[in-house]
Nanobody, 124 residues
Framework: QVQLVESGGGLVQAGDSLRLSCAASGRIFSSYVMGWFRQAPGKEREFVAGISWSGGNTYYGDSVKGRFTMSRDNAKITVYLQMNSLKPEDTAVYYC?????????????????WGQGTQVTVSS
């Protein structure tokens, strides 16, 4: 069992940056694949980024490639999402998720654990 708690969301202007954090509980955090998803009102939950257990492999959704960077610190049992050049269309609730399968996956249904989400609002 693992618990995930996101933080770092807020209201920013277009072009600004934010860094989200996801703190995890559990002694085997280093074996979990981690992901970030987002969900805007009336839309489906969207894959944003994923990272392998070692941190050596990262994957990004097409809409955030080149702007967002995901990283993890297994010693601090925390993952991060650095978001640069934010756009109004990035506005959503951002969720941290985890699973213990080998490969990074992009579908919400493949993740077993979820945080409560943190709101990111980007004004134009």
């Amino acid at each position: 069992q693992v618990q995930l708690v996101e933080s770092g969301g807020g209201l920013v202007q277009a072009g600004d940056s934010l860094r989200l954090s996801c703190a995890a509980s559990g002694r085997i955090f280093s074996s979990y694949v981690m992901g970030w998803f987002r969900q805007a009102p009336g839309k489906e939950r969207e894959f944003v980024a994923g990272i392998s257990w070692s941190g050596g492999n990262t994957y990004y959704g097409d809409s955030v490639k080149g702007r967002f960077t995901m990283s993890r610190d297994n010693a601090k049992i925390t993952v991060y999402l650095q978001m640069n050049s934010l756009k109004p269309e990035d506005t959503a609730v951002y969720y941290c998720a985890a699973h213990t399968r080998v490969l990074v996956t992009t579908t919400p249904g493949s993740y077993d654990y979820w945080g409560q989400g943190t709101q990111v609002t980007v004004s134009s």
